[in-house]
Structures are given as C-alpha cells and as structure tokens.
C-alpha cells in the first residue's frame, strides 16, 4: 500500500493535473481539444496528462463514435480523501473541522480561530454562489 501511496502522491504532484480534475470535476465530461482550450496547454499535453491520471485510476474514459470525453471517477476520489486524511497531521481528520492540533500548539489562538473563520466564510460564498448558478440555469 505504501508504494501506491506515494505513486498517488506523486500523480497528484503535478499542477496540470490538478487543474484538469477540478475542470472535469467543474465541468462533467470533456473531450481532450475542450480541455487543452479551458487550460491553455496543448492536446498532446492534456493526452499526456489524462494518461497518467487514467493510470492511476483517477479518470475514466469511454469511446462514443470519434468521441473520447474523460470524466472523474468519484470513488477514486473518495480514496484519495481517505488517504489525505490517514496522512495528515493538522488534526481535523479530514472533516474540514477545527485543525486542533494546530490550534494547541498556537501562542495565539485567537487569531488562528479568526483566520479558520474567514477561510471558512470564502469557501461558504462560494458554494452559494455555485448554488445561485445552478438555480438559474
């Protein structure tokens, strides 16, 4: 298990494939040319990309005529949050909580609490902003 571990962090070490899940993620299934156009980078570079990210499970594709469009495969997803959350060491175990054992070891936790709070109130604006979009479609 270690040795996948480390290929997963390894695939997900790379921005571009980053940013190509939060577009599938985002977006729902997309051709190679609609990826290399949202991103700015190459097709062939997209290809190289989902490859890797197909390999390691965390995509899926199916051929429909001359059409290939990739999608995020959710469960591989789950694992990697899973993982995340065995490896990490902030304390919230993966629920987005209070990161206590960052705030037990904060001279001030005041302002750590504060901060958390504004990180906390960008991200419910944008979940009621994605919402408002979704409503008005």
Not at 67 to 76: G, H, K, Q
Request: neutral net charge.
């Amino acid at each position: 298990m270690d040795s996948r571990r480390a290929e997963l962090f390894k695939v997900l070490g790379v921005e571009t494939r980053i940013r190509i899940i939060e577009l599938l993620k985002q977006k729902g299934a997309l051709c190679v040319n609609e990826m290399s156009e949202a991103l700015g980078i190459s097709p062939s570079a997209v290809s190289q990309h989902l490859k890797v990210l197909k390999y390691a499970g965390l995509v899926r594709s199916e051929r429909k005529g001359y059409w290939i469009p990739y999608e995020v495969d959710p469960a591989a997803l789950e694992q990697c949050k899973e993982l995340l959350s065995e490896v990490c060491t902030c304390g919230c175990k993966g629920t987005g909580r209070i990161r206590e054992g960052e705030l037990s070891e904060a001279r001030d936790k005041l302002s750590l609490l504060r901060k958390y709070e504004r990180e906390l109130q960008k991200e419910l604006e944008e979940v009621r902003a994605r919402i408002k979009e979704m409503q008005e479609e």
